[in-house]
């Protein structure tokens, strides 16, 4: 009779492995491992999967480097993708500088934000699919196709970054200013993503075999974390502020008049920025050949006017060589509605689509007495005539004579610019506020008597604006067109704006992303504090689930990290606690049969 206990033990177990097998092969998610492996090797069949235990060899050497491959082309376009969707500012410049080089109009800068846009959501999709792969322990296979697919996104994001950080430089600069106002919603989104990513690696590091591979992984993914976790304490924003610390919002200064209302430089764009609020209007000037300065920011005619159509010949001829006569026959106004820069045209009534067909190219006097007429600041570019020209020599006094003769302007409304003969303009109108397009120490500026800076907005930065405004010497920014550049401005203590959009950031009542120190530092904490409980649970249920639910085999109580661990799953850690319900209601009616034969396991298919 010694014998039957452990004969009974031994029926029992071998009647619950076959559950267990039955369970198993009922829970095996087919239909789910069948998606996942067909979109990701196109493998749609069962006998074309292998599996493979969690921790374990997922794959050969070459799907191995196809799924590297894969996370440094994820992180690469992800890269890209944000440095080009935070570049929008500057979409504008970046289309012209193609109409410039090519010689037609087109939105490349929408098409490259798509194309990015797309290929960053095949790539995440593909890394989501192997993820999930591996969470069920299936072999990778990279369909060839997906294999070139990541090759050719690799290679365009690479392209593309090197081309523009030749080209636009500057645009990193933009992505680092950005970084002030996202980087604590950055760090909410990474840590998220973290705490997701416990979960496969809680069951990888419990499934392995090898403590090489433990410490690896698990190292790997702390030292990641706590990264994350200590971001805050290196990271600096404007837009964090005590309450009260807020100054007044930046004033507005149209660019070129409206240029998404109107087309740029025309009476129609300044009439629309000043009825938008502006506090000035920017501009750039050009002289004639018979000496009448005019508006117009390009070197020739082609962009904004008909000048193709009217003088065929002359299409390439700098505007400065055209007489005043030559630039009044010329539509200023038709080709806004014809390439639509800012695709605004749907918006405009029938009436103002007639206005914008017959607008002519300003003069500098006309555009001067509206400024004068609503009190508006004026600042422009004055570019000098080239070689040849009469006015080649005498373009400041010329347009000095227009300043003071032919227009009614105030000259303490005109933010004087050019740097050339500064000294000579100072002593013949010291009411003209002296303005310099670059940055120097204090001293030389006020030996200049500088009052203001006309800078970039790439040269933003809080510590040097206060430190000219401690000298009365205020600061203005330009092109700002995106509120989050416009909230960074404001949060910085710019004292103006140059800006394309001033009927958008006219109606901002406070800067994006503003926060007290303390809300600040509750955000972070409670975002680190909640993902490290929740990190700790999954981590805890894991090394749970992987010890075995204990159950019982009549009256001994036996682990299935004992002699059963081999039939571990990650689907049904829990068919042990069902199984043993059976179990223990069958051993009250089975007779003590001594030496009955098991049922042996079968391979699960």
């Given amino acids: 009779m010694g014998p039957a206990p452990v004969s009974l033990s031994r029926l029992k177990l071998g009647k619950l492995k076959v559950v267990r097998r039955q369970l198993l092969q009922r829970y095996e998610h087919q239909p789910f491992v069948s998606c996942l492996a067909g979109l990701y090797g196109c493998q749609w069949r069962r006998y074309q999967r292998a599996r493979a235990q969690p921790g374990e060899c997922c794959c050969s050497r070459l799907e191995c480097g196809s799924f590297g491959a894969l996370i440094v082309t994820f992180f690469l376009t992800l890269v890209f993708l944000y440095f080009w969707s935070e570049a929008q500012n500057d979409y504008d410049d970046f289309d012209w500088f193609n109409f410039g080089n090519l010689g037609f109009w087109f939105p490349w800068s929408v098409v490259l934000l798509v194309v990015s846009a797309a290929l960053f959501t095949y790539i995440a999709i593909l890394l989501l699919l192997a993820v999930c792969l591996l969470s069920e322990g299936q072999r990778l296979y990279l369909h060839w196709s997906h294999k070139i697919g990541i090759l050719v996104t690799l290679v365009f994001s690479i392209s593309a970054t090197t081309v523009l950080s030749d080209l636009w430089s500057r645009q990193w600069r933009t992505l680092l200013l950005s970084l002030q106002v996202t980087a604590p919603f950055l760090h909410v989104g990474g840590v998220s993503v973290m705490t997701l990513l416990s979960w496969p690696v809680a069951l990888h590091f419990f499934r392995m075999s090898k403590r090489v591979r433990q410490v690896a992984i698990l190292g790997l993914y702390l030292a990641v974390l706590l990264a994350l976790y200590l971001v805050p304490l290196g990271m600096y ?155 080649r020599d005498t373009w400041i006094t010329r347009t000095l004579e227009v300043l003071h003769n032919e227009s009614f302007i105030n000259s303490s409304q005109v933010l004087w610019l050019p740097w050339e003969q500064r000294a000579l303009v100072r002593e013949m109108d010291p009411a003209l506020q002296q303005t310099s397009g670059s940055t120097a120490s204090i001293e030389e500026l006020q030996e200049q008597h500088i009052v203001r800076l006309n800078l970039h907005y790439s040269a933003m930065a809080q510590e040097q604006i206060s430190k000219y405004a401690s000298v009365n010497i205020s600061t203005n920014l330009y092109v700002i067109s995106q509120p989050w550049l416009y909230s960074l401005a404001w949060c910085a203590g710019v004292h103006s704006v140059t800006t394309n959009a001033m009927h958008i950031l006219k109606n901002m009542q406070r800067p994006l992303f503003l926060m007290t120190p303390e809300e600040y530092s509750l955000m972070w904490i409670l975002t680190d504090a909640v993902s490290a409980v929740l990190i700790i649970l999954v981590f805890a249920f894991h090394w749970w689930r992987e010890r075995g639910l204990p159950f019982w085999s009549g009256s001994r109580q036996v682990h299935e990290n004992g002699p059963y661990s081999k039939f571990r799953t990650a689907e049904l850690s829990d068919v042990w606690s069902v199984s043993s319900v059976s179990v223990r209601g069958e051993a009250h009616s089975m007779p003590n049969t001594p030496n009955l034969p098991t049922i042996p396991e079968e391979p699960v298919v």
């Fill in 237 to 391: 924003s404007p837009c964090i502020k005590e309450e009260g610390a807020l100054g007044p919002a930046p004033t507005l200064i149209g660019h070129r008049g409206a240029p998404m209302l109107a087309p740029e430089n025309t009476q129609l764009s300044f009439e629309k920025a000043v009825e938008a609020g502006g506090h000035g209007l920017e501009t750039d000037v050009t002289i004639s050949y018979d000496g009448v300065p005019f508006l117009m920011h390009d070197r020739t005619l082609r962009r904004t006017t008909n000048v193709r159509e009217v003088f065929p010949n002359r299409t390439d001829m700098l505007a400065a060589m055209f007489t005043w006569a030559e630039l009044e026959m010329l539509d200023a106004g038709s080709w806004f509605l014809h390439r639509d820069p800012f695709g605004t045209t749907s918006s405009l009534s029938p009436e103002e689509r007639d206005q914008m067909q017959n607008q002519t190219v300003p003069s500098l006097k006309d555009f001067l007495n509206l400024a004068a007429q609503h009190q508006s600041l004026v600042i422009f570019d004055l570019h000098r005539p080239p070689r040849g020209h009469p006015y």
